[in-house]
């Protein structure tokens, strides 16, 4: 064996890309999960506190898709992403309907209560205990990028997350219904007017949002193997962070919002303050609040009188 | 074309239209005018139906459309350009005409009259990739009217279209609104500046506090003293 120089420093360029690479996997749950929470504030200005667990629906959708109907992971995926936009609309047109004149407090008071009903209704209906997502499903074999090995979850996850926002903008710009979403969220008397019909196209926001959290539980029950019904809370309020950082409301926002979010805990943790992970989001949350509010994507809209 | 019938419009317990009627016939342009809180474009958000009336029936050609929702009455061919133009801005040119013709189907059709409105308002099509929140008020004013164009409707509803724009650009819009009556459209005219109103329209109503005061060819009105007097700055 001959010396390589720097060996040290080596070591640590590629542990740098191995916490950047989990990061980044990380990130792009956090990012999906955000663009539902942007989308639905973007369309109703409504903080929809129960998006976590429609994720955590989504995971567990996902969880018997797979060890119940024997399903291989991109059916299921698909199978949960669909019952989860269902799962949305239904309870966008439940619970929040209802109040769409009334206060934004009573309605985010009614997330909050959707949020709890679903977390331990789940409980109630199957019980607290927790599953495993079963070993090597993953079609993908690790690749060896810079001397560092990035698993076939990650590769999965990037992969789903990817086309699942590239998707996305394509509907957002592209489409008849990705127009009226746009245009409901800016104004909806004047899309009215065009004949939009404003209760669909919040119903279809709800279900596309939904769809994209359902992805993200079972890219998370994929990735960390372990779920749980209180397994949205946490996720759900670091999206809830990674929307707020991006800028509430602002489609691109939430990607650059998760990955960003993902990153700086993987990194956190690399330095040695796993601790202080979950931590760190919400000094993230404190710190855009205090200097820029509107976000990084985010234009500070001064109201006009 | 279009017969409002006594009807009776409420914000919660301010009776902002009192028994309200007044027709439109095919090929007309009829103003409304009168003072800031009339009830004026009460009226037009009541036809097109983004507010419901207590009482009373607006007939679109025998077709009771009183209620209905905003959707029905744009396709039945009214148009409505809201107060304040209500751009999408943070939509190009080209999307919000799009939008305009957002419940039609007739891809062809479309293409027309994307030309019919490029035609109209050239500007438009200069901008056509341009965010329209960053448009100048008066094509912003151009663009809302090009939308609610793209519906192909058989009655305009106008709001306000001259409302903070310079005089040389009212002209230009007054002149645009007869070259759309022209080509068949009827035009329903809500305007506080009379004059200019009057000046284009084959008849008039006068609105004041919720109820019709007085209706007439827009000659008529012009000439009444007590018209002039409240509304036309009049000696």
Not at chain 2, 66 to 71: E, S, T
Request: charged share 15%; hydrophobic share 50%.
């Amino acid at each position: 064996m001959f010396p390589i120089p720097f060996r040290k420093g080596v070591a640590f360029m590629e542990q740098l890309i191995q916490q950047l690479v989990n990061g980044i996997s990380l990130g792009s749950i956090y990012a999906l999960i955000a663009l539902g929470y942007t989308m639905v504030y973007g369309i109703v200005k409504l903080i929809n506190f129960a998006h976590g667990d429609v994720f955590m629906v989504g995971a567990f959708i996902g969880f018997y898709s797979i060890t119940v109907m024997d399903l291989g992971i991109f059916p299921a995926l698909l199978v949960s992403m669909a019952a989860c936009a269902l799962f949305g609309v239904l309870i966008e047109r439940i619970a929040y309907k209802p109040l769409r004149n009334a206060t934004r407090i009573a309605a985010l008071i009614t997330a909050i209560g959707v949020s709890l009903f679903i977390e331990y209704g789940t409980i109630y209906i199957r019980g607290a205990q927790p599953e495993a997502y079963p070993d090597g499903i993953v079609p993908l074999k690790s690749i060896d990028l810079f001397g560092v090995s990035i698993s076939g979850q990650s590769l999965l996850i990037l992969g789903v997350a990817i086309v699942l926002m590239i998707l996305l903008q394509y509907i957002v710009h592209k489409t008849k219904i990705g127009k009226a979403m746009r245009a409901v969220s800016h104004d909806q008397d004047a899309a009215r007017l065009m004949g939009i019909n404003v209760d669909n196209t919040i119903s279809a926001t709800f279900a596309i949002g939904s769809a994209l959290a359902g992805a993200a539980g079972v890219v998370f029950g994929i990735y960390y193997t372990k779920i749980e019904p209180l397994m949205g809370i946490i996720p759900g309020l670091k999206a809830f962070v990674a929307a707020v950082l991006g800028g509430i409301g602002i489609i691109p926002g939430a990607m650059v919002g998760g990955l960003l979010l993902g990153v700086i805990e993987a990194l956190v943790s690399a330095a040695g303050f796993s601790l202080w992970r979950d931590g760190v989001a919400f000094v993230v949350l404190i710190v855009i609040l205090i200097f820029r509010p509107a976000g990084l994507f985010g234009k500070n809209v001064r109201e006009k009188v | 074309m279009l017969k409002v019938n006594d009807i009776n419009v409420y914000y919660g317990n301010i009776h902002a239209l009192k028994g309200v009627t007044l027709e439109i016939h095919p090929g007309e342009i009829v103003t409304l005018i009168g003072a800031n809180g009339a009830g004026k474009s009460t009226l037009l958000k009541t036809i097109s139906g983004l507010l419901k009336p207590k009482s009373g029936e607006i007939l679109l050609e025998d077709e009771h459309v009183a209620g209905k929702v905003p959707q029905l009455i744009v396709k039945r061919g009214i148009s409505h350009v809201p107060e304040g133009r209500r751009v999408f801005a943070n939509m190009s040119v080209e999307e919000n005409l799009e939008l305009g013709a957002y419940l039609r189907k007739d891809k062809n059709g479309i293409r027309e009259d994307f030309e019919k409105v490029y035609q109209l308002f050239p500007r438009l099509q200069e901008r056509r990739k341009q965010l329209s929140g960053t448009l100048s008020g008066g094509e912003q004013q151009m663009l809302a009217m090009g939308r609610a164009l793209m519906a192909r409707p058989r009655l305009l509803l106008l709001d306000e279209p001259s409302m903070g724009l310079a005089p040389l650009l009212v002209k230009t819009i007054f002149r645009i609104i007869e070259e759309i009556n022209q080509t068949g459209t009827t035009i329903l005219l809500v305007e506080q500046n009379a004059n200019m109103a009057l000046s284009i329209a084959n008849r008039a109503y006068v609105i004041e506090t919720g109820k019709i005061v007085a209706a007439g060819t827009a000659a008529e009105l012009g000439e009444s003293d007590q018209i002039r007097k409240a509304y036309l700055g009049g000696h």
